[in-house]
């Protein structure tokens, strides 16, 4: 059974730094595409970063510069390390884990705020 369990949430702010993290299991853990995705209150979720399995990494416009998504395969952990954080950034962030389907992560709330 795939289990991918988010932690590091909480209430930041503006121009404040957090890590995320995303401890999984049930899985072979190095050989899947590890994601981070955002969903705002009234809006889609949103991919933010992706980490392959070769460590290739990408990010979306809005994060790219601010934000580092990386893997230990040895924990089975991806993280997302995210810099000047905006209240913008605010949102549920999820955990997906990616092969051939996506298995998601129950979330965890960041909200930047003053």
């Known amino acids: 059974q795939v289990q991918l369990v988010e932690s590091g949430g909480g209430l930041v702010q503006p121009g404040g730094s957090l890590r995320l993290s995303c401890a999984a299991s049930?899985?072979?853990?190095?050989?899947?595409?590890m994601g981070w995705y955002r969903q705002a209150p009234g809006k889609q979720r949103e991919l933010v970063a992706l980490?392959?399995?070769?460590?290739?990494?990408n990010y979306a416009d809005s994060v790219k510069g601010r934000s580092t998504i990386s893997r230990d395969n040895a924990k089975n952990t991806v993280y997302l390390q995210m810099s000047s954080l905006k209240p913008e950034d605010t949102a549920v962030y999820y955990c997906a884990a990616f092969l051939g389907s996506y298995n998601w992560g129950q979330g965890t709330q960041v909200t930047v705020s003053s």
């Open positions: 049930g899985i072979s853990f190095s050989i899947y595409t």
């Open positions: 980490i392959s399995s070769t460590g290739s990494t």
